[in-house]
């Protein structure tokens, strides 16, 4: 069993920076790929970004690129994501989710666990 607790969202103005942590209790996070997911109102649930296992490769959505990076610290079998330039259209609840694979995917549904998500608004 894997439980994921995310954690650093707030309210930003745009243009600002956060960073958002995942952390975990049970198994830990060897083995796993990991990903970031949101969700903002009237809309389904968007691939943000992910990383394999132990985390040689990283991919994220092309409306983040240049803005947001991930990254992941084994040791203390936790997650991030680091947040810049953020826009109003980055408003959602963000995800952290844990599939049980070394390889990361960008699909929701090839990820066997997520956390219960934390609120990020960007104000303009």
């Known amino acids: 069993q894997v439980q994921l607790v995310e954690s650093g969202g707030g309210l930003v103005q745009a243009g600002g920076s956060l960073t958002l942590s995942c952390t975990t209790s049970g198994r830990g996070f060897s083995g796993i790929a990991l990903g970031w997911f949101r969700q903002a109102p009237g809309k389904e649930r968007e691939f943000v970004a992910a990383?394999?296992?132990?985390?040689?490769?990283?991919g994220l959505a092309d409306s983040v690129k240049g803005r947001f990076a991930i990254s992941r610290d084994n040791p203390k079998d936790t997650l991030y994501l680091q947040m810049n330039a953020l826009r109003p259209e980055d408003t959602a609840v963000y995800y952290c989710e844990a599939r049980l694979y070394s390889t990361r995917a960008t699909n929701a549904q090839a990820y066997d666990y997520w956390g219960p998500g934390t609120q990020i608004t960007a104000s303009s």
């Open positions: 990383i394999s296992y132990p985390g040689r490769s990283t």
